[in-house]
Nanobody
Framework: VQLQASGGGLVQAGGSLRLSCAASGRTFSKSAMGWFRQAPGKQREFIAAISGSGHSTYYADSVKGRFTISRDNAKMMVYLQMNSLKPEDTAVYYC????????????????WGQGTQVTVSS
């Protein structure tokens, strides 16, 4: 399984970005996908997760109502739409795959992408 995250960049506070994660591997449509982020000097933080079917989603309280996770199994893609961005959202964002469940911690996830930088200026 390989994951490739993209879509990061520099945006002003209040703006929006959409992150994409391209996946390869036979288990994609059966596996949950998650987004995490890590700011300098901080631990990796769970942001959002979506079930293999796309019917179930979970969000961290810090992004609930602002971020939306979605997936397109036919294209083997996962997305993170980020609206109303704040400077504290600045971090490297990672996508990851959980082949056995719908986890909300880093240790639940089996494969990771390389990360994409999101910087929100005030």
């Amino acid at each position: 399984v390989q994951l490739q995250a993209s879509g990061g960049g520099l945006v002003q506070a209040g703006g929006s970005l959409r992150l994409s994660c391209a996946a390869s591997g036979r288990t994609f449509s059966k596996s949950a996908m998650g987004w995490f982020r890590q700011a300098p000097g901080k631990q990796r933080e769970f942001i959002a997760a979506i079930s293999g079917s796309g019917h179930s989603t979970y969000y961290a309280d810090s992004v609930k109502g602002r971020f939306t996770i979605s997936r397109d199994n036919a294209k083997m893609m996962v997305y993170l739409q980020m609206n109303s961005l704040k400077p504290e959202d600045t971090a490297v964002y990672y996508c990851a795959i959980d082949v056995e469940g719908l986890g909300t911690t880093s240790r639940d996830y089996d494969y990771w992408g390389q990360g994409t930088q999101v910087t929100v200026s005030s």
